[in-house]
């Protein structure tokens, strides 16, 4: 009983620590993110980080990201299944190719999505909240 008890203590403490550094994580991205530091992400500033990541997955600058280019890619290799979740979310034809337009729109539907409020803006809250339950890293 007492290594059921300290079985469940570990898990618990792995996950809220798993938890604790995703939020980190995601309230770093926010604030790097934040051009004006206004404490929001306007549709701008969010495209903006969208088309960065976009272009250091696009590897040969041909604007169209194919998976073997996203696999080289540090999120690739750090996280698969979220790398592997964004290429399935982006490539909307599912042509095995992620198109810089594909994944402006994406983008532009995903900021809508997050914006709860209908602000036309994203506070940290809704950026944090929104990227975990869309899969957003």
């Known amino acids: 009983m007492r290594k059921i008890f300290i079985t469940l203590g570990l898990g618990s403490l792995l996950f809220t620590t798993t938890l604790l550094a995703q939020e980190q994580f995601g309230t770093k991205i926010f604030n790097k993110c934040d051009d004006n530091k206004d404490g929001f992400l306007d549709k701008k500033e969010y495209l903006n980080m969208s088309t960065k990541r976009f272009n250091r997955m696009d590897k040969n600058k041909d604007t169209m990201v194919t998976f ?7 999120l690739a290799k750090m996280m698969p299944m979220v790398a592997t979740s964004w290429f399935e979310r982006n490539d909307t034809n599912k042509d095995t190719i992620v198109t ?16 709860n409020n209908n602000d036309t803006k994203l506070s940290g809250y809704e950026f944090l909240k929104s990227s975990y339950s869309l899969g957003i890293k």
């Not at 073997?68 to 540090?74: A, K, M, P």
């Not at 594909?102 to 809508?112: A, I, L, P, R």
Request: net charge negative.
């Open 100 to 115: 810089f337009k594909e994944m402006e729109q994406v983008s532009d539907k995903k900021f809508s999505i997050m914006d």
């Open 68 to 74: 073997t280019e996203l696999s080289t890619t540090f």
